[in-house]
């Protein structure tokens, strides 16, 4: 394996991981915001009430977009040892 072909494929995982990564915490930092925003209207400075809402939504977004990351991840291990190389 050259230099080029492991730098691209470490740039490729590291894309792959931002893309799996990305819909999960864009959903915790937008209900985070509405939370603190609630927050900051009603004067409740409660710290713990941001952490239920925040994690329900994320386990509701994981189970939503949990389809479309399976068939990432199963494109990216099958293009990985099926052609041994990332295109």
Same mark, same amino acid.
């Given at each position: 394996?050259?230099?080029?072909?492991?730098?691209? $494929?470490?740039?490729?995982? &590291? /894309?792959?991981? #931002? =893309? @799996? +990564?990305?819909? $999960?915490?864009?959903?915790? &930092? /937008?209900?985070? #915001? =509405? @939370? +603190?925003?609630?927050?900051?209207?009603?004067?409740?400075?409660?710290?713990?009430?941001?952490?239920?809402?925040?994690?329900?939504?994320?386990?509701?977004?994981?189970?939503?977009?949990?389809?479309?990351?399976?068939?990432?991840?199963?494109?990216?291990?099958?293009?990985?040892?099926?052609?041994?190389?990332?295109?």
């Amino acid at each position: 394996m050259s230099i080029e072909q492991a730098s691209d $494929l470490i740039r490729e995982t &590291l /894309v792959l991981t #931002l =893309i @799996i +990564s990305a819909p $999960l915490l864009v959903i915790g &930092l /937008v209900v985070g #915001l =509405i @939370i +603190s925003l609630l927050q900051a209207v009603t004067q409740i400075q409660e710290q713990t009430l941001t952490f239920v809402p925040k994690i329900v939504a994320m386990v509701v977004a994981a189970i939503l977009v949990m389809p479309w990351l399976t068939a990432l991840l199963m494109d990216y291990a099958a293009r990985m040892f099926g052609g041994g190389m990332l295109p």
